[in-house]
């Protein structure tokens, strides 16, 4: 199902997901996530549509009832293992993050190039140097990569991580990846973020 739903309207069912997730117990109505997101009452209804059930009421839409749909929807039902690569400022940043705001995804490793930063740092997953990415990554079924290293280092690193077969990288290095079109990526740059929301903000656009 999840290839039939338009990538738009998969972004906004994750929001939504993410708004019913921090209201657990309580019902929200469309103008309230209107109010929330910006999206018009017409354009969440049509994109709940894309579910295939009824999950409307007069009091609101129920995450009960809602999330796990929209989990099913999207693929998302069952349990991820990702990594982080890259263990400096930003990388180590993730490695206590609590497991509890993880959803359905587990830590599951770090990598650093830096041997005696490995063996320094503390975390809950166990670290290891970058040279045995591929032999953990292959031992713990690992998915998914946090890629938190130097831009120079990035594309090497990227390489290595398609290879020991990760399927999809989110990319925090501020640089623009080659790689094969199967692998996902996501790239998260602090630059485009703050000049998007420069544009918003010069729009008098504030969501």
Same mark, same amino acid.
């Given at each position: ?22 209201? %657990? ?12 997101? +910006? ?19 007069? &009091? ?10 929209? %989990? ?23 490695? &206590? ?22 063996? !320094? ?43 020991? +077969?990760? %399927?999809? !990288?989110? &990319? ?14 996501? &790239? ?11 544009? %918003? ?7």
């Amino acid at each position: 199902m999840t290839d039939q739903i338009p990538s738009p309207v998969k972004e906004r069912l994750l929001h939504l997901m993410r708004v019913l997730e921090q209201r %657990k117990g309580v019902s929200v109505t469309s103008a309230e996530v209107e109010a929330l997101t +910006g999206w018009a009452s017409h354009t969440i209804r049509k994109d709940i549509s894309w579910l295939g059930g009824d999950f409307g009421s007069s &009091n609101g839409y129920h995450g009960e009832a809602l999330v796990p749909a929209i %989990k099913a929807a999207l693929g998302l039902e069952r349990r991820r293992r990702f990594c982080v690569v890259g263990l400096g400022r930003l990388g180590s940043a993730f490695l &206590n993050f609590p497991a509890a705001d993880l959803g359905e995804f587990e830590l599951a490793a770090g990598f650093d190039s830096n041997v005696n930063r490995v063996e !320094i740092l503390k975390s809950p997953a166990p670290l290891y140097p970058a040279y045995k990415m591929a032999e953990v990554i292959g031992r713990f079924a690992i998915e998914t990569a946090l890629l938190c290293v130097p831009a120079a280092a990035a594309q090497a690193a990227a390489e290595k991580l398609a290879a020991a +077969g990760i %399927k999809g !990288i989110l &990319n925090y290095a501020p640089v623009a990846l080659s790689l094969p079109p199967e692998l996902a990526v996501r &790239n998260v740059f602090v630059l485009d973020e703050l000049r998007s929301l420069a544009v %918003k903000m010069s729009n008098g656009v504030y969501i």
